[in-house]
């Protein structure tokens, strides 16, 4: 049996379509599958199929975490914010291949913060001594995660007093 597709080209049941079997991605600055991106960069990443004479090399990409990484459907990925995702390029015939994209954060502020001072009422143009048993150290990401590092209060020192200008929590 033979099927006319066009003028001149036949087919027959028997041809199988040849499918994608393997799905590989390259891209500058990608080792071991991995690559570093900053906040706002972007990065074209190519994909290659086999074999060569694959009917369909279409591939589809997606990202694990847009929060993170974006990718189009041109393979152009943009990091968004610190974290990692993984941008992957698929074909018809399921095989694929992924790249893990990390993002580091973006360091906003670090801050000495005082864990259960004690406590107490002042009127506005006081002076106070107060007393701390334990301070942290807490780095701010631009994400709005935190980092927290308690330190002993006999690693730090500080002396003075606190001398109230405006109403608010000290």
Known sequence: IQVVVGEGETSTPDDDPVLVSSVSISGEGIENGSVMLSKGATLQLNASVEPANADNKALTWTTSDASVATV?????????AGGTATITATASSGAFASVTITVPRSLESTVLELVNPDTCKVKLGDTFDISVLEFQLASIYDDGSRDVTP???DEVEITGTVDTQKVGNY
């Open 151 to 153: 330190i002993p209060v």
């Open 72 to 80: 189009n459907e041109n393979g152009i990925v943009t990091a968004v």
